[in-house]
């Protein structure tokens, strides 16, 4: 009975895929869970990258491929576009909101160039975890499900 009352929110896709669990990842750092905790989309298509939730745009790396999101009930969610893409020096990366911005969820954060970054050899396999897990009693991935980016859900949970 008073589990009723607890509220469960979502992080909506940042890009259109397939969800695969964290520790699917094939990037040690993120499949061993040493940044957070979350999940990953594979088979990326599409070229706009969106916030997950609604919130602050916290920061965004100098190179473009990743970024943090504050939500508005707290969480800081990295998205980490591809693996190993910062050796791209930021090529195949275009910024379109500047870090300090309220954002919105399934709002465009940073658009991709997939020509580059899979010309590069690199993988567009995504990464998106809740840095600051320790807020949280329960997370969930919609593991095997295919998202379209700010339309599905890609993690739910439930804050302490």
Do not use: W
């Not at 916290?58 to 491929?65: A, G, K, W």
């Amino acid at each position: 009975m008073f589990g009723l009352f607890s509220k469960k929110s979502q992080l909506l896709a940042p890009l259109d895929g397939s969800v695969i669990a964290i520790d699917q990842v094939p990037d040690a750092v993120f499949a061993q869970k040493t940044v957070g905790d979350g999940a990953a989309i594979a088979d990326v298509t599409g070229d706009l990258v969106c916030a997950p939730a609604d919130g602050s745009l916290e920061m965004v790396f100098h190179t473009n491929h990743a970024f943090v999101v504050k939500t508005t009930d707290e969480l800081e969610v990295l998205v980490h576009i591809g693996i190993n893409t910062v050796e791209l020096k930021g090529q195949g990366f275009e910024r379109l909101v500047e870090p300090g911005t309220a954002v919105k969820a399934g709002q465009p954060i940073i658009r991709i160039d997939r020509s580059v970054i899979l010309g590069a050899g690199l993988s567009l396999v995504t990464p998106v975890v809740i840095t600051n897990g320790a807020l949280l009693s329960s997370l969930e991935a919609a593991v095997g499900k295919t998202v379209k980016a700010g339309q599905d859900m890609l993690l739910s949970y439930k804050q302490k």
